[in-house]
């Protein structure tokens, strides 16, 4: 979410001291109106580090994503691109017709995919349906082609932050207020006035959808507060739950000192 214009304080993109203390990349560099993707982010990423490196200094990746981390250790499959025109129309139909339509799309188009498929697993569906129109082969196909590899785990040094759960939810409940206090509603409103289709990913934004309805008046900006905490902290769940499970002894767990 980083990526994307308009959303600074909402993704808590580096501040103005953290910019001007060492050069940051790739933040804030993609219209919201744009389709992004994990691949795309991967081939500008591989660009980044490569002129890093040319310049005899260390790269650092930071990111809460580990899709992305495993992307450019090669551990990704990899996938054909999607012409934008394809992914639009997919994608608005997804939130017209359904997933049930798609679905069935699917089953005729790749009948082993459709029958894999769980109806209701959208992202799986659209994809497998994105892939299947684009270039005519069923996406596992390509599932299992590694990627190429930009960071080797090896040699790199690997930390995940990690945390007293009491603590990260403390400041995940602060955090969100004092947001708001820095400009989140301007970014929401900057962001609904450039009328950002709602199946594009930068609406999915946590806090979106809650300043939204604080906007038009369906709550309260203390139930718009609480109700982003809330979505918050269940990310932040499914984040250490994805670390817990995926990420191999090479990644050391690090707890932070955190000032309240």
């Not at 979410?1 to 808590?12: C, E, I, K, S």
């Not at 269940?234 to 995926?246: I, S, V």
């Amino acid at each position: 979410m980083q990526v994307y214009g308009v959303l600074d304080r909402l993704t808590a993109r580096p501040g103005a001291a953290d910019l001007e203390a060492v050069p940051h990349h790739l933040y804030g560099h993609v219209p919201p109106q744009s389709a992004y993707s994990t691949g795309i982010w991967l081939g500008q990423a591989a660009d980044v580090i490569a002129g890093i490196r040319a310049r005899g200094r260390l790269p650092v990746v930071v990111g809460g994503t580990g899709l992305y981390f495993r992307a450019l250790t090669g551990g990704l499959s990899d996938m054909p691109a999607i012409p934008e025109p394809i992914r639009a129309e997919l994608r608005a139909r997804l939130e017209t017709e359904g997933v049930e339509v798609l679905h069935g799309e699917l089953a005729r188009l790749d009948p082993a995919m459709g029958e894999r498929l769980r109806p209701a697993d959208r992202q799986r569906i659209l994809r497998a349906l994105e892939v299947v129109r684009a270039t005519g082969k069923s996406i596992s196909a390509f599932q299992g082609r590694g990627g190429a590899q930009i960071v080797d785990p090896v040699t790199a040094r690997c930390l995940v932050l990690d945390p007293d759960r009491a603590i990260l939810h403390a400041r995940i409940n602060s955090r969100f207020a004092g947001m708001m206090e820095e400009g989140a509603i301007d970014e929401v409103k900057q962001l609904v006035s450039l009328d950002v289709p709602p199946q594009h990913p930068a609406m999915k934004a946590i806090g979106v959808s809650q300043i939204s309805d604080y906007l038009a008046g369906r709550h309260s900006l203390d139930e718009a507060i609480d109700l982003a905490s809330a979505a918050t902290r269940q990310y932040a769940k499914r984040q250490m739950t994805w670390f817990r499970n995926q990420l191999d002894s090479r990644w050391e767990r690090v707890q932070p000192e955190v000032h309240k």
